[in-house]
């Protein structure tokens, strides 16, 4: 059971900021606020922990760009009532993948599942292409084996993504 | 939000002078295209050479600044990098923008016509 509070800080884990990753490092949860900024501080410290270990030009731009998702939807949906909550996000490689379990304590998703994903086209509006709707069929598109649970007030979402540039 | 123009073969150059479009600043880039392109040349090519990450948020942004310009006036886009090349792609949005590989391409068609 996990207890939302607990290292919770304004961005880094405090006992990884300044230093090169360790395996110890690693396997501890990046706890960041749900806005805007707390979700770069994430992304810069998945960089920080996966960039030295993976080969090729930029091996983590999938991971980013689902990771980048996947956190904005806590912030603009889960945490949409005025909550500032936490998100917790725990990384480990696996081979060729990002072992990515993104957790947090706002609003379930609706229904309990996940959204399609359905790619907006043009027809959806009347003014021309959409500006928005795209997060989620990112998602999709570049995540493996999404699983979603809902326990105890705590939204689960566990995933793979390819170590591989864009 | 550093946005860098100029006005070139009768086009406005816009830079952007950001290594990020994301959610954090999405607006305040809609903002600030705002008012260096309100109004001004027809043509708007907008460079995202320096953009090494755009998010959902970001492509909403881009979509909305070609809206804003209104019809007789175009938004197009060169130099972008790998991964924000790949999310126009993955979303099609490659359809919607014509996208010049780099500044040269975007300014060549014009400079041979002349």
Known sequence: MTHPDPMRGGGLTPSNAGQSPADADAALPIVVDANPMGVRSALAEMRARFAPTAPGPDMLGMAETVLAEVLNNVVEHAYRRGGNGPIELRLERCGGRLKVDVRDYGDPMPDGVLPSGALPTCEDAEDGPPEGGFGWFLIRALARDLS??????????RFFVPLADA | MELHTE??????????????????????FKDRMREVAGDGPARVVLDLGAVDFLDSSGLGAVVAVMKLLGPGRTLELCNLTPNVEKVFRLTRMDRVFTIHPDTEAAFADKRSIA
């Open chain 1, 148 to 157: 979603y649970t809902r326990e105890n007030g705590q939204n689960r979402l």
């Open chain 2, 7 to 28: 006005t070139r073969d009768e086009a406005l150059h816009v830079i952007v002078a950001e290594p990020r479009i994301d959610s954090a600043v999405a607006i305040r």
